[in-house]
Antibody, heavy 120, light 106 residues
Framework: QVQLVESGGGLVKPGGSLRLSCAAS????????MSWVRQAPGKGLEWISYISSSGGSIYYADSVKGRFTISRDTAKKSVYLQMNSLRAEDTAVYYC?????????????WGQGTLVIVSS | EIVMTQSPATLSVSPGERATLSCRAS??????LAWYQQKPGQAPRLLLY???TRDTGIPARFSGSGSGTEFTLTISSLQSEDFAVYYC????????FGQGTKLEIK
């Protein structure tokens, strides 16, 4: 079955960096767009980035533009989120989610999430 | 940015009754609207896309309607497993979510 498993979360100081990974299985990874969506504790959902199936199209939300970088590795069937210059407001559960084969529209399925805490 | 507003914030309904959740977009999103269910400690699950198309395996008691700026998610006869938080999401211009409606047992 389709599965997404995130890893790499943890506690980091403000201004620090962290790299999240999302391992995909159960589908042809190279055919699909992928996204990262986050959820601050007790709050709603915020889309932050997507990468196209080829990796040639990448978009970011304004809240993370210039600080976060999304990438993918077809051979490893994984998508990554490099997070730099982290702030307290980046504290959240980070989910990776699959998009469509030709566009990023809805998110399905989602991984279980990985928690990032930015605190001194 | 397209702002999605859900109402009510909390909805109290008895099992077996109908629940109606609303979602409004700040500008037209056509039918580019999805609904998700999230239970405590779990990731969101896609219920509907295209405003009214159920995802694979989603029970028929979940239905969606609307287009443009006004959308509705209806759960026809609430089961115990349906009590959760529901989010709408537009994908007409980038991606934004509503703030969620918590469906609780009355």
């Amino acid at each position: 079955q389709v599965q997404l498993v995130e890893s790499g979360g943890g506690l980091v100081k403000p201004g620090g960096s962290l790299r999240l990974s999302c391992a995909a299985s159960g589908f042809t990874f190279s055919d699909y767009y992928m996204s990262w969506v986050r959820q601050a504790p007790g709050k709603g959902l915020e889309w932050i980035s997507y990468i196209s199936s080829s990796g040639g199209s990448i978009y970011y939300a304004d809240s993370v533009k210039g600080r976060f970088t999304i990438s993918r590795d077809t051979a490893k069937k994984s998508v990554y989120l490099q997070m730099n210059s982290l702030r307290a407001e980046d504290t959240a559960v980070y989910y990776c989610a699959r998009g469509g084969q030709y566009a990023m529209r809805w998110f399905d399925p989602w991984g279980q999430g990985t928690l990032v805490i930015v605190s001194s | 940015e397209i702002v999605m507003t859900q109402s009510p914030a909390t909805l109290s309904v008895s099992p077996g009754e109908r629940a109606t959740l609303s979602c409004r977009a700040s500008q037209s999103v056509s039918s580019d609207l999805a609904w998700y269910q999230q239970k405590p400690g779990q990731a969101p699950r896609l219920l509907l896309y295209g405003a009214s198309t159920r995802d694979t395996g989603i029970p028929a008691r979940f239905s969606g309607s609307g287009s443009g700026t006004e959308f509705t998610l209806t759960i026809s006869s609430l089961q115990s497993e349906d009590f959760a938080v529901y989010y709408c999401q537009q994908y007409n211009y980038y991606y934004t979510f509503g703030q969620g409606t918590k469906l609780e047992i009355k």
